[in-house]
């Protein structure tokens, strides 16, 4: 197997996660969590669209983790989302996580928020 040092810029990776909680860059984040390029924050759920529209002017995909498994978003928030500009990918918490990590360590504009396993 060959390793690879990853680099993250400004953003920071989801170190892991567990039943109820996230760990970014070694700091625990209880309940669900927004984490991106403006820092990482509790995230209140589906009901919580004013934090995820905050991040449109920063951002061009945002992973949005559904928990343990994969669900559909409100089609209210997937529009709000979509007509603010940002690309929406929608999967299970674990899968987003990581995802969120390899395209964090190649530079893009992205954001993840989810909800905890």
């Known amino acids: 197997m060959q390793l690879n040092e990853m680099s993250f810029t400004g953003a920071v990776p989801v170190d892991g996660y567990g039943p109820g909680f996230f760990r970014v860059g070694g700091n625990v984040v209880q309940g669900g969590l927004i984490t ?8 209140g759920g589906y009901e919580d669209t004013e934090a995820l529209l905050a991040l449109a002017d920063d951002i061009d995909v945002l992973f949005v983790g559904t928990g343990a498994e994969i669900a559909h978003v409100p089609a209210d928030l997937r529009q709000s989302l979509e007509a603010a500009g ?3 990918e929608v999967m299970n918490s674990p899968a987003a996580c990581r ?5 964090l360590s190649e530079g893009r504009r992205i954001a993840l928020a989810a909800l905890p396993v």
């Open 36 to 43: 991106g390029p403006n820092g990482t924050a509790n995230w």
């Open 86 to 88: 940002l690309g929406v």
């Open 99 to 103: 995802t969120y990590n390899v395209l």
